[in-house]
């Protein structure tokens, strides 16, 4: 079985719950980042040990969270020795709105992957995209490069909206399915 970390923020708990979902269907362990940036004691080592790193990280004005970006850039030092090189890689994001600039998030997290060499998992689902699709279908934001799920601002944690619940759970197990298929 695959040693797979889902490493994330979360700002008001959506994004943690939205974790937890990808981290059951992959056979993950979670570790979150803190309000500060910085992950708990050993998660660098953590990391390190992964096959594949699923990144999660709300979705703030067309950008990850500032405590996500301090990870990032704290992963420069891993970047320079290329500790993360051919690594399996993957991400989602939560923001309010259907839309709310998700894409840029998933596109700063894949980018995050290739600097370290990293080689990325799409979604990998097909839209529910027809006229009697419903928020409680499977990829009904009809993502691709990674899994996109949207919590309204009013929201509690438990109202996301179950498709997108079903979709995180789905792209983990591809995580999974695929980090095994590559030796994992």
Do not use: C
Not at 58 to 79: E, H, I, L, R
Not at 144 to 165: F, K, M, N, R
């Amino acid at each position: 079985m695959a040693n797979i970390v889902v490493v994330f923020h979360s700002g008001y708990g959506h994004t943690q719950r939205v974790a937890q979902f990808v981290a059951e269907g992959a056979g993950a362990s979670l570790l979150a980042i803190d309000a500060d940036g910085e992950l708990p004691e050993g998660g660098w080592e953590q990391l390190a040990a992964a096959d594949a790193i699923v990144m999660g990280a709300p979705t703030y004005m067309a950008g990850p969270s500032w405590q996500f970006k301090k990870f990032a850039d704290a992963s420069s030092k891993v970047w320079f020795s290329r500790g993360w090189q051919d690594k399996l890689f993957a991400g989602f994001t939560n923001s309010a709105s259907l839309n709310g600039d998700k894409g840029t998030t998933l596109a700063y997290l894949q980018t995050l992957a290739s600097q370290h060499g990293g080689l990325w998992i799409s979604l990998g689902q097909l839209p529910a995209n027809s006229k009697a699709a419903t928020r409680n279908h499977p990829n009904n934001l009809g993502g691709s490069v990674g899994l996109l799920v949207q919590s309204p601002s009013d929201a509690s944690v438990t109202e996301i909206p179950q498709g997108d619940l079903d979709t995180a759970r789905l792209f983990g197990e591809r995580v999974a399915a695929i980090a095994t298929r590559f030796g994992g």
